[in-house]
């Protein structure tokens, strides 16, 4: 029997580069990204690419768990690697790029009491307002 063994393989080739691509984008990127962000940064490497295989490819990678969602208060999905460790975005308003930040300017500690008896277990914080770049330009 002659199984048709090299389509195969390029196709799994193919995907494989479509993966590692659109993994690259997002993590060599300075915050998290939206599917349009990863879809237009993936058409340099990989030309063509339909953005219904960026959503597939992103749901294979989540489910690998490789990258996370990130919603922010606008109800915007973005996507980041996994991992990252405790972290902030900073969404400049001019530019519309979300940055990670790493330092950290919330004061109360995990575990602290506020409030009438809340106890603190964990945070998240998005600060908005303009980039180095857009600062710069204006
Ligand atoms: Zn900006
Ligand atoms: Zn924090």
Do not use: W
């Not at 058409?43 to 597939?56: D, F, K, M």
């Not at 996370?68 to 790029?97: A, D």
């Amino acid at each position: 029997m002659n199984h048709p063994k090299t389509p195969r393989v390029s196709l799994g080739q193919r995907k494989t580069r479509q993966r590692d691509e659109i993994s690259e984008v997002i993590r060599s990127a300075q915050g998290p990204l939206t599917v349009q962000e990863i879809y237009e940064r993936t058409q340099q490497s990989v030309p063509g690419l339909g953005i219904a295989t960026v959503y597939r490819t992103l749901n294979l990678l989540q489910e690998a768990e490789q990258i996370q969602t990130v919603i922010l208060p606008t109800g915007e999905t973005r996507y980041e690697m996994s991992g990252l460790g405790h972290h902030h975005h900073f969404h400049c308003r001019s530019c519309n790029e979300v940055y990670d930040l790493d330092d950290c300017p919330v004061t109360v500690q995990t575990g602290a009491a506020v409030g009438e008896g809340f106890v603190v277990e964990t945070h998240e914080l998005t600060l908005y307002g303009l980039c180095p770049e857009c600062i710069e330009a204006a």
